[in-house]
């Protein structure tokens, strides 16, 4: 069982940066991978990005190549979100959420968090 917390959204000018963060609680936290996901209003949730248990192996969505990179600090339990160059387009909740396989894929995930808001002005 894993407890996930996302923070660091807010709002920002098109072509500012934020850096989101997730902490978990537990001590398994390193055994989990981890991803993170966006739902824009009126529209499904869809995967932004994944990263296995160690960090090495990463998956992006093509909206987000270049832009965003996830990342993790398996000693403070905390995956992160660094999104440079936002675009209006990028306004979502945007949540994290860990499984057992590095995959875009969100039923694969068991642990989800409560989500933070990004909203991008033009």
């Known amino acids: 069982q894993v407890e996930l917390v996302e923070s660091g959204g807010g709002l920002v000018q098109a072509g500012g940066s934020l850096r989101l963060s997730c902490a978990a609680s537990?001590?398994?936290?390193?055994?989990?991978?981890m991803g993170w996901f966006r739902q824009a209003p009126g529209k499904e949730r869809v995967s932004v990005a994944a990263?296995?248990?160690?960090?090495?192996?990463?998956i992006y969505a093509d909206s987000v190549k270049g832009r965003f990179t996830i990342s993790r600090d398996n000693a403070k339990n905390t995956v992160y979100l660094q999104m440079n160059n936002l675009k209006p387009e990028d306004t979502a909740v945007y949540y994290c959420a860990a499984g057992a396989i590095t995959t875009m894929t969100s039923s694969y995930y068991a642990y989800w968090g409560q989500g933070t808001q990004v909203t991008v002005s033009s």
């Open positions: 990263l296995s248990r160690t960090g090495s192996s990463t």
């Open positions: 537990g001590r398994t936290f390193s055994s989990y991978c």
